[in-house]
């Protein structure tokens, strides 16, 4: 990279990460997010990838650096990854991976980002996304594909990696809620995403965050259920629920809402169909 192409990285990420100065919640400002809570079934998310991708003219690049090494060893030409997307008929598509940020930073690694039209992170652990593309070339060509109204999409750390928090970000253990690496690629501000929520009994777990962090938004998803997001909303979609903690008591039955005072710890399921304005922190009838 030459001097100005850095100082130019330097301060788009300086602006997409300044949490303080705006505590909002919001969402891309065009294009997609497809943000699943783990163990998806690729009957349903594959397809709605696709067709939010552009259909049959898809161009997409899948990302698997979640996984292990003995994970991708076992795959080491993706051939595996690559046939489970060509079974729904994706015709282009690009597998990116490396360890090395430097490499992340080349215009050479990049490219295959610059037209495509759909990005797909496999799950794994978090903090290995975060190690190879956080404040990359890479991370801003993502960006640039939501700019150009593509799609980006991830499972379970796939699903993590776009909130500005990282939650479950530790090299130790995934049951560390705040740990050594506690910055997303903040696809979304000032939230963190919890995945395999009720298969793994999680559900209390964001209060950890989100009684220290007191101006981020917690999103927990479910495994095979995800959320549909644009602009500052966001649609559930999916077999089981999403949870929601803004510090409010919401139940349809009711159809009230209830601001909570700091020492209680509830939240609130949404189910597929469900609407939610991220920035106004409310349900959308």
């Known amino acids: 990279m030459n001097k100005l192409s850095t100082i130019i990285l330097s301060v788009f990420f300086l602006l997409i990460f300044d949490f303080n100065l705006d505590a909002q919640t919001t969402g891309p400002e065009s294009g997609t997010l ?26 997409i690049v899948i990302i698997p650096t979640a996984r ?18 060509e079974k729904y008929n994706f015709k282009k598509i690009t597998v990116l991976h490396t360890r090395s940020t430097i490499e992340a930073n080349t215009p050479e690694f990049v490219n295959p980002l610059k037209t495509a039209t759909g990005v797909w992170f496999q799950g794994g652990r978090q903090w290995r996304l975060a190690d190879s593309y956080l404040n990359t070339l ?4 993502i960006f640039a594909v939501l ?18 928090y990282l939650a479950r970000g530790d090299t130790k253990a995934n049951t560390i809620m705040m740990g050594d690496h506690e910055e997303g690629l903040s696809l979304i501000k000032n ?30 998803l479910d495994e095979n259920t995800g959320i549909l997001v ?8 999916g077999e089981h629920y999403v949870a929601v903690y803004d510090r409010k008591r919401w139940s349809e039955e009711r159809d009230t809402i209830i601001n909570l005072k700091n020492n209680q710890k509830e939240f609130y399921f949404l189910k597929s169909g469900d609407r939610y304005d991220m920035l106004n922190r409310k349900i959308l009838k």
């Open 68 to 85: 292990d090494d003995e994970s991708i060893s076992q795959d080491t030409n993706f051939e595996q990854l690559i046939n489970r997307f």
């Open 147 to 164: 700019h150009r109204k593509g799609v980006v999409a991830g499972t379970s750390a796939g699903a993590t990696i776009q909130g500005s």
């Open 34 to 59: 497809l943000i699943i809570g783990g163990h998806a079934q690729d009957s349903f998310f594959l397809p709605l990838f696709k067709e939010l991708a552009g259909g049959d003219q898809a161009e």
């Open 191 to 220: 939230i963190a995403i919890d995945q395999h929520l009720l298969a793994r009994n999680r559900h209390f777990d964001m209060f950890e965050i989100i009684n220290f962090r007191k101006e981020l938004l917690g999103i927990g």
């Open 230 to 237: 644009r602009g500052n909303s966001f649609e559930v979609i």
């Open 138 to 141: 890479t991370h801003l060509e």
